[in-house]
């Protein structure tokens, strides 16, 4: 299993002196420590990004995330495909249920785990943060230490 090395095709990437618009296309998946796959889109490795990361998630059918937080860091999210429970909050005792077209925003430091609903088809989502270095603050969540 591979952790954030991303396999990507970028244009002119580290042209920081001169401003380029960078084009990004994923080609292979990496895995999160959160234990889903990303397509590392904006990242400080792809394009240095200075103050933010955008990817593509892709939750398998029934999948689920480990439990997590982003420390000091803010997320949102846009449903693409599928329905994507996430239970949150202390204990992760709140839920909601999302759907394609939604956006969510979830705090820094709020514990949060995403499940797809379906049983049979991948949801997808586009999620950004205002961090360039995405998988650095991600901190998993023990759930025998919320109760």
Not at 74 to 85: D, F, M, P, Q
């Amino acid at each position: 299993m591979t952790f954030l090395e991303p396999s990507h095709s970028p244009h002119n990437v580290g042209q920081c002196e001169h401003p380029e618009v960078i084009t990004i296309r994923p080609q292979t998946e990496t895995w999160t420590h959160q234990r889903l796959p990303y397509f590392v889109g904006i990242s400080k490795s792809t394009v240095g990004a200075t103050g933010i990361s955008m990817n593509l998630v892709v939750i398998p059918p029934g999948g689920t995330a480990e439990p997590h937080s982003h420390r000091d860091y803010e997320t949102a999210i846009y449903i693409l495909k599928g329905r994507v429970e996430t239970r949150y909050g202390a204990g992760l005792k709140q839920s909601m249920i999302n759907e394609a077209g939604d956006f969510i925003f979830i705090p820094p430091n709020v514990p949060h785990q995403p499940t797809n609903l379906s049983l049979t088809e991948a949801a997808q989502a586009i999620v950004a943060r205002n961090d360039p270095n995405d998988q650095e603050n991600v901190v998993l969540y023990d759930l025998s230490e919320s109760s």
